[in-house]
């Protein structure tokens, strides 16, 4: 059963196949060849999983991931995999899909320098989603065999003569930096988009500085958080490259490759990246900037609420020109409009101290004061350890460790602790929030490894306190080293030892409700607590932020 409950990356070791497996009871393995018996039994239980249990799994069933269950494993009957499939394949049809012929496939990809990408199916809450990899290599048959009608798994055998493609990524990658290269140097070209966390910092910051700046009393902000249907499928592609008509593009860009060597007391590391560089200044190089898109999703504040009902009006209108429409059922907003008494999202999450956020890419924005919290929502419908892989091999302990820092390490960006956005209490509550959901974690990954292996009190207690350092750490550095680009700083206004706090007081809360298991550690943890003392000149503050009505989102969570 451990094998078929394995989650997506985790893999199923020799060692635990022959867990609780006891050579003492079998007198033919406990004589004076026992040693040599036991590596022949072991030859045996590989062969047996190898040759019979996963090929019989992989006769009788299609094994993947689904999209709402994280990295969950799911095992669905061929049959009824390939009924997903042609249903899939009608759908496909009647949106306007048409099945290629051999011909016409070679007189496509003849004349560009990439050539097709593997897709696959991906379940989801209704029907399935296609994937495409834009990272593999492709292969076509020169002489391929006849197609079968309907979605298929396309297989090239060794011996079969082939036309080999590169990946559509790297055939892409040189215009990806210009690109790039273009957002850096001319950001009002994108207008208002955001990427990742750094540009809507970079947004929110002026504006909310600008509010605080112009007024005795901060006014109210109309939000309205949109989301484009289908974007991938159904916006008018030509008119997506017509933008490039507007930009300032030179007949020739220059790329190099830079490799930085760094080295270090124990090892050497050579991180190698292209850069894009001037004609002028070829030789001076220097690292492009990354970029994450944010995909279908955007925003808006505005001041009034007049202007923001038109725009709310003139999105539900979608843009024909742009084949683009806005998905009715994922609108979130912070007011009402009259026309639209009714209006009910998805997006609006109200806590239990009764404050409202608006979800906007990972990001729980307060309706009311635009403070920013992380958004904890996605781990409400299923269990926590769902979303978790855990590694058995080589060495356990050092990696739940790794993984510890890993799991902070999203939580830090200065958008959460800037006290030019955040009030004192919600810079704490970051802080704390992001612990608790870390505990949580904690004990899964404990829960999992228990069954091979078992750890000190000294090692749990030595754990947890490399995370608090490596928090600390890190949001100094982050907000200390982060550029705006504009007249304002990132502000970190943090006590000594407040993180320790709230970091010790949400292990602490989590672990004690499994408390069971966790006797010796809880001892050890209240004891560091108690030496921190009781921080007299923001208790109130901390009290605040540690109020369990103000985290309720997160003691929903199924750990």
């Known amino acids: 059963s451990k094998l078929v409950k394995l989650r997506r990356f985790e893999k199923f070791t020799l060692k635990q196949s022959m867990r609780k497996i006891k050579l003492s009871r079998y007198h033919l393995l406990s004589d004076q060849y026992s040693l040599l018996k036991h590596k022949v039994l072991e030859h045996w239980i590989f062969w047996f999983f190898s040759s019979i249990v996963v090929p019989l799994v992989q006769a ?20 009824m995999w390939e009924n997903i499939i042609s249903k899939f394949a009608t759908f496909l049809r009647d949106q306007g899909y048409q099945e290629l012929n051999v011909a016409s496939v070679k007189k496509i990809i003849w ?30 048959p020169v002489n391929p065999p006849l197609q079968s009608k309907g979605l298929r798994k396309v297989g090239v055998g060794r011996n079969v003569k082939c036309y080999n493609y590169k990946s559509v990524n790297e ?48 006014p109210g902000v109309f939000i309205i958080v949109p989301d484009v249907e289908k974007a991938f499928d159904s916006v008018d592609q030509d008119k997506l490259l017509s933008v490039l008509d507007d930009l300032n593009l030179e007949e020739e860009y220059f790329l190099s490759k830079v490799v930085q060597v760094v080295c270090t007391k124990k090892s050497l590391r050579i991180p190698q990246n292209w850069t894009l560089v001037s004609k002028e200044n070829a030789p001076d190089s220097a690292n492009a900037r990354s970029c994450l898109p944010t995909g279908s999703l955007h925003g808006i504040l505005v001041k009034q609420q007049e202007q923001a009902s038109r ?11 742009y084949n683009c429409d806005m998905n009715k059922k994922k609108f979130g ?21 009764g404050t409202s956020f608006l979800r906007w890419s990972g990001l729980f924005i307060n309706c009311s004061t635009l403070e920013i919290q992380a958004d904890y929502t996605r781990y409400l419908n299923f269990p926590l350890s769902s979303t978790l892989t855990v590694g058995w091999l080589n060495k356990p302990g050092r990696d739940l460790k790794v993984k510890l820092c890993g799991y902070l390490r999203p939580k830090c960006h200065p958008i959460f602790y800037d006290s030019n956005i955040n009030s004192a209490a919600v810079v704490r509550l ?14 899964c990954c404990i829960s999992d490894l228990s069954s091979i292996c078992r750890f000190s009190t000294k ?14 750490k890190l949001i100094k550095r982050r907000m200390f080293s982060f550029k705006t680009g504009l007249d304002c700083r990132p502000i970190l206004e943090l006590g000594k030892g407040e993180i320790e706090w709230l970091g010790l007081t949400a292990y602490i809360r989590v672990l004690k409700r499994k408390q069971s298991r966790y006797k010796e550690l809880l001892r050890v943890l209240d004891s560091k607590l108690m030496a921190l003392g009781k921080q007299e000149s923001t208790l109130s503050v901390l ?3 540690t109020d369990d009505k103000r985290s309720s989102i997160l003691w929903k969570i199924k750990y």
Do not use: W
């Open 333 to 353: 907003m912070n007011f009402q409009i009259n026309t639209i008494p009714d209006l009910r999202s998805d997006r609006l999450y109200v806590v239990e101290d």
């Open 111 to 140: 004349n560009r320098s990439f050539g097709f990408s593997k897709v696959r199916l991906c379940p989801k809450g209704k029907g399935v989603r296609m994937l495409a990899n834009l990272k593999a290599s492709a292969k076509l």
């Open 543 to 545: 009290q605040e932020a």
């Open 311 to 321: 725009f709310f009006s003139r999105l539900q209108r979608g843009f024909r020109a």
């Open 430 to 443: 970051n802080i704390y929030q992001a612990f608790l959901l870390c505990a949580m974690k904690f004990h």
């Open 459 to 472: 090692f749990y207690a030595d754990a947890l306190g490399k995370s608090l350092r490596y928090m600390k």
């Open 171 to 218: 055939v892409l990658k040189d215009l990806h930096l210009v690109l790039k290269h273009i957002v850096v140097n001319e950001p009002e070209s994108l207008g208002s988009s955001v990427f990742d966390y750094n540009d809507a910092y970079k947004r929110l910051l002026p504006f909310l500085s600008l509010l605080q700046s112009g007024f005795s009393v901060k």
């Open 60 to 79: 009788n069933f299609y094994v993947t991931e689904a999209e709402h269950e994280k990295q969950d494993i799911f095992y669905y009957r061929k049959p």
